[in-house]
């Protein structure tokens, strides 16, 4: 597919936004609250519906087989220089997606000092939406954010690129919904889109090209996208040129988990469709973790050949002379999740990354960094107050769980397991009274038993190979257990204390507060055991990073990069943002009393401020956006 436009980078003058503004056609949303149990269940239903049937309805083999050639690319080698903006991880709350949308957009944004313009091409690496994709979804969380940032430009004829990869929540309805918005050239906003398929080859002057592949929820690529790079690399390409690889996930930070099969086929793709023709794979960029973080190549690796190496100080050295220490080649690998959703943390990436293919590479900048990740995780401290919703369930599940346990209680006996612990004083004697109920009732075990297992299966087992670690979700489901069997205890010793003489008038009285006890301290306890659990095995063990973060819902610390490519020379801009903005909107110059009406209405049922002003923001200082590391530098071809 060839680049559509060849015009010169300036502006049409002719080009004029419409200045009238309607109102919003889309919902704006917050951060999705993971912790929801309808969330959870939809989520995780949706999830396991498509890594089933992913297989069985790959979308990319109907998309290659009706295109009529296997090699098409987007060539942009007749203009002197490229602006290239590269996004992960954007659709989810309004306020942190339209803040990172509206910094891309500016034509220009001055960071420490340095001026960069807006990309002539935007990249999204992946993740486009949450928590699935659906067309609602993709409208409320991605497209209306950006079509509002950079609105439509009437008889625009040099509008910027824009390019999708998909991520493991694009794949969630095996991308129907990604195809029909990124795969039919559309614009977004004032953004045109270009690529036919889900992954795609851009070719840039100089000899630098970008590949964007699929990996399609750690499957195998599928031979038509195997076959459509291969046809690039032989039929377009020459030795020497220098790649952008852009995937969906960081592979090498999994692989420094456990045995990653997503790794295994990132290996197998770069090594059989790049270095084997003779490419420079010189940076790798992906999303899905919600932070920054570049690794660089510090111990190449003896089974690969030597490729381009870093320019060497010769000093007074002979012509002739090798330098002392051997150069490495400058290799990067670099996570850019930040477009909007939360916060993933930093403090416990691994520092060096050893068996790589190319070899060792060590961690050389992160955003945040460890100690401001670190102090984050603390906030889980105050998880029963941030996650309500997942307080009121288990406010209701040690509710129920109560009036279960007391009916099953009874067994002929005038007294139930709440009268009988209520007359009971030592610590002792109150769990052998409740053993003995526990074993005397098969389904109040059945329910412990069920509860124990589900915890344990809840444990994050992705950086242990050992088996023993579900005895700390054991450990965590086994809190649940004695909390709220003490819980009873009190709230039972409670009520024949200090109610004895009311509840002769009033019958109810103990059973409603020890309702109201268990609705009101469950929820709070539960929900503060949940916090408790994931921040000590964050900190302590490393695990848990996506639940002890997502469920802090953090908006702040979200970055992109601003790619920058010009003759000799390709400058990489790792831009971060450490606070999102609400969104203010410029003041509506014509509307009638009908409009108006709607947008109210529409502030007052979401309870939204809407802060009309007539200048422009200052989002650079709002944001406090900044160079996350000093620019990346990097040596054109030859």
């Known amino acids: 597919m060839a680049h559509k436009d060849k015009a010169s980078d300036k502006q049409n003058t002719n080009q004029t936004p419409n200045t009238k503004r309607k109102p919003l056609d889309f919902k704006r949303l917050p951060m999705v609250d993971w912790y929801h149990v309808t969330q959870l269940i939809s989520t995780g239903f949706k999830a396991m519906m498509s890594a089933i049937f992913g297989a069985y309805a790959d979308r990319r083999e109907v998309q290659a087989a009706i295109k009529a050639t296997t090699d098409e690319t987007c060539d942009y080698c007749d203009k002197q220089e490229v602006w290239i903006d590269y ?27 340095i001026t960069t313009k807006m990309g002539n091409i935007l990249i999204l690496g992946g993740d486009q939406v949450y928590p699935v994709a ?16 950079n609105p439509r430009i009437k008889g ?9 990869l998909p991520g493991n929540h694009d794949w969630y309805d095996g991308l129907a919904s990604y195809l029909k918005l990124f795969c039919q050239q559309r614009t977004i906003g004032n953004w045109e889109t270009q690529q036919e398929r889900s992954y795609f080859a851009i070719k840039l002057p100089y000899g630098w090209w970008i590949w964007g592949i699929d990996i399609q929820l750690e499957a195998d ?15 377009k390409m020459e030795k020497g040129d220098k790649v952008i690889l852009c995937t969906a996930e960081p592979s090498w930070v999994y692989s420094t988990n456990q045995e990653s099969r997503s790794y295994r086929n990132l290996k197998f793709f770069e090594q059989r469709y790049i270095t084997n023709f003779g490419m420079d794979l010189v940076v790798t960029i992906a999303g899905d973790l919600h932070h920054y973080a570049r690794y660089t190549l510090t111990e190449e690796s003896p089974n690969i050949p030597n490729e ?26 670099i996570t850019a999740g930040g477009g909007g959703a939360f916060l993933h943390p930093t403090h416990n990436l691994a520092t060096k990354i050893a068996n790589l293919r190319e070899g060792t590479f060590e961690l050389a900048s992160r955003f945040p960094n460890k100690k401001q990740s670190r102090n984050l995780t603390f906030k889980n401290l105050l998880f029963p107050f941030i996650k309500w919703r997942f307080t009121v369930f288990w406010g ?23 009268e009988k612990i209520a007359e009971i004083e030592g610590f002792t004697d109150f769990w052998k009274a409740t053993l003995e109920v526990i074993l005397g009732s098969p389904m109040v075990a059945i329910t412990i038993g069920v509860m124990m297992l589900g915890f344990s299966l809840f444990t994050d087992t992705t950086k242990h190979k050992s088996k023993g670690i579900r005895i ?57 055991i949940m916090g408790i659990y994931l921040l000590t095995t964050n900190l302590i063990l490393k695990l848990h990073d996506n639940e002890a ?19 000799n020379e390709l400058t990489i801009y790792p831009i971060g943002i450490n606070q999102v903005v609400k969104w203010k909107r410029p003041i509506l110059e014509r509307y009638d009393w009908r409009e108006k009406m709607a947008i109210n209405m529409d502030n007052w049922i979401r309870k939204a401020k809407w802060e009309e002003q007539a200048e422009e923001v200052d989002l650079v200082a709002e944001t406090q956006a900044h160079l996350i590391e000093k620019p990346i530098v990097l040596k054109g071809k030859g």
């Open 87 to 113: 996004v992960s991880d954007m659709g989810d709350g309004f306020d942190s997606t339209y803040t990172v949308a509206k910094l891309l957009s500016q034509k220009e944004l001055v960071v420490d000092g």
């Open 134 to 149: 659906t067309r609602e979804e993709y409208e409320n969380r991605f497209h209306g954010p950006y079509a509002t940032a």
């Open 156 to 164: 625009g004829r040099e509008r910027p690129h824009l390019y999708a």
């Open 221 to 235: 690529i599928d031979k038509p996208q195997l076959d459509y790079f291969k046809s690039i690399a032989k039929g």
């Open 308 to 333: 381009t190496q870093s320019e060497p100080e010769f000093f007074n050295r002979g012509i002739n002379e090798k330098p002392a220490v051997p150069e490495v080649p400058r290799r990067h690998k």
């Open 396 to 418: 209701l599940f040690y509710l129920f769980f109560t009036w279960f346990l007391q009916s099953n209680s009874y067994k002929g006996s005038a007294k139930g397991y709440v």
């Open 472 to 528: 700390v979700g054991a450990i965590h489901g086994a809190c649940y257990i004695f909390a709220i069997f003490t819980l009873i205890w009190q709230m039972a010793w409670f009520n024949s204390s200090f109610l004895p003489d009311y509840s002769q008038y009033i019958p109810w009285l103990p059973s409603l507060l020890l309702m109201a006890g268990m609705l009101f301290f469950g929820g709070l306890t539960g929900s503060f």
């Open 549 to 567: 973060f997502s469920s802090l819902e953090e908006t702040s610390y979200k970055n992109f990069l601003r790619i920058h490519l010009r003759p």
